[in-house]
């Protein structure tokens, strides 16, 4: 083992540079009830896409957020908008068809040109710019499939061509090349919607959480502190609730890490993936006077037990030997609902559903895929025809063949830790007390205290924090996340953090406080 793996990647602030740079918001909780046209829950890509567009065709909506805007899946993204999704054409193409990944190409970069019109009309100030993105060949392997990316997409109508010409510091084979794509600080344009969506009979509220849907002449959504009365409901959780599980085995979580270092060059007017594995996507950006590399890749199932100092070790070493990158500033991972068909899901939340509709499933390129969900829902509430939503309808029955996951590092065990047994090691820890003596500052463990699976952590000042261990949302225990000082469920990818309380779901509910041993 490394020593990264074995200590922890040390280097920056684990936190997302866009999270970091974006400054706060401060919208108010739910408090008593409110009535309104679509509740929205979700303060993300396409819930605040779908609220912002409702608005605008007259519908009043309630926007209602967890925590606060951008500190979820978008908050967590590259920031890159392309229509351009590494090789998803062929696998498109070869699993649903010529006409399919057509469509799917369209509505993405249709959302790609909504977003600039969005920037524009409203004003929002989001680093907002022109870019070509690339999918790049590494090796002589990968370039015949760049090559019949590049033609395939072309003949899609879409912005393509092969290029052997990349900017990058390091030999390449060739590439793909979409041009007049674009990247965004993806926090401020998240902020800069909800401040459009809110007011004039709309809101938005943060720091509640929903916890219950109910469909009936009205649909009603309750939380802690509140509810909203409203003729539809759109659920945009990334993982949905109040759809009896069925999304979560059409689209199991996948963990990917990002990087971002201090770079002594300019910015790039473009951003890259690779065709080759280990995937890296990159690009550039500069913020407060300092350009940034952001290098991103070493996904897996989140299910899967791993070290995540090693994933971001690996990243940190590419952006030193490929760019002269400096020591990293910030990291992060992001966990997205990948659909085992290729395809993002939106529509009906149930099959029974008239009422409720869900987008989830953005195969991880949610700023566009997040965007053109949107747009399908907003015109869905509105009567107007949309051509693309039957692709991308949430009723469909999956397609047998799935798409490859892109950048998957696979680990030694993927077995989910049952209820009762494991620790943040998957091994069971029968001498609590040593254990928990044993633990270092920000580390944490699960030991049995009294027959139960009990999650401790101890802070900086050497304070415990205990928690259940038992995942609120099906039962599986929990275990620690050094990288980023959360608690994760292996089973279906829930995230706490170190005081129990939800920052993912599918899990609705905290983990109960312990007493402290």
Not at 79 to 97: F, I, M, N, W
Not at 242 to 254: I, K, M, Q, S, T
Request: hydrophobic share 40%; with cysteine.
């Amino acid at each position: 083992m490394s020593e990264a793996t074995a200590a922890g990647f040390a280097e920056g602030v684990p936190l997302s540079l866009w999270l970091a740079t974006a400054g706060g918001t401060d919208f108010p909780r739910l408090r008593g009830t409110v009535e309104v046209d679509v509740a929205v829950i979700g303060g993300g890509i396409a819930g605040l896409t779908a609220a912002l567009a409702l608005k605008r065709s007259g519908r009043s909506v309630a926007v209602l957020e967890a925590g606060r805007i951008g500190t979820g899946v978008t908050g967590h993204t590259t920031g890159k908008v392309t229509s351009l999704h590494r090789l998803a054409y062929t696998e498109l193409d070869q699993t649903h068809g010529r006409s399919a990944a057509g469509i799917y190409g369209r509505a993405n970069q249709a959302a790609v040109e909504h977003i600039a019109e969005v920037v524009a009309a409203e004003g929002i100030s989001c680093g907002f710019r022109r870019v070509a993105n690339y999918t790049f060949a590494a090796s002589g392997d990968a370039l015949p499939e760049v090559r019949a990316e590049a033609e395939l997409a072309a003949r899609l109508g879409l912005p393509s061509a092969f290029t052997a010409e990349v900017p990058l510091p390091f030999p390449v084979t060739g590439a793909v090349r979409f041009d007049q794509q674009a990247q965004i600080h993806s926090v401020q344009y998240l902020q800069g919607l909800a401040a459009r969506v809110d007011g004039e009979g709309s809101f938005v509220f943060e720091g509640t959480r929903a916890n219950d849907l109910q469909e009936g002449t009205r649909v009603k959504v309750a939380s802690g502190g509140g509810t909203v009365l409203a003729a539809d409901a759109i659920v945009a959780t990334n993982v949905p609730f109040g759809d009896h599980g069925r999304f979560e085995a059409l689209c199991p979580p996948h963990r990917s890490y990002i990087v971002a270092a201090p770079l002594d060059a300019p910015a790039v007017d473009a951003t890259f993936i690779s065709a080759d594995e280990p995937m890296r996507s990159l690009l550039t950006v500069k913020l407060n006077g300092m350009t940034y590399l952001l290098t991103g890749g070493e996904g897996h199932p989140a299910g899967e037990r791993v070290h995540p100092a090693s994933r971001l070790a690996s990243l940190a070493a590419f952006a030193r030997s490929q760019f002269g990158a400096g020591p990293v500033a910030y990291r992060w991972s992001t966990q997205d609902a990948v659909p085992l068909d290729g395809l993002p899901y939106v529509g009906p939340l149930n099959p029974e559903s008239r009422h409720a509709f869900v987008i989830t499933g953005l195969r991880k390129w949610g700023l566009t895929n997040g965007t053109a969900a949107a747009l399908m829902l907003a015109d869905l509430l509105n009567g107007t025809p949309n051509g693309w939503a039957p692709l991308f309808d949430s009723n469909r029955t999956p397609s047998p063949t799935g798409t490859r996951l892109t950048g998957t590092r696979p680990e030694a065990s993927t077995a989910p830790t049952p209820a009762g047994t494991g620790n943040s090691d998957g091994t069971r820890t029968d001498d609590a007390a040593r254990q928990i003596a044993d633990l270092a500052p920000n580390d944490g463990t699960v030991v049995e205290i009294s027959g139960a699976s009990t999650a401790c952590f101890r802070d900086e000042a050497g304070g415990i924090h205990a928690v259940s261990a038992i995942c609120t949302h099906l039962g599986c225990t929990v275990g620690f996340n050094r990288g980023e000082r959360t608690w994760d469920c292996p089973c279906h990818g829930s995230r706490f953090d170190v005081d129990g309380k939800v920052i993912q779901g599918p899990a609705t509910e905290d983990l109960p406080q312990q007493p402290a041993p």
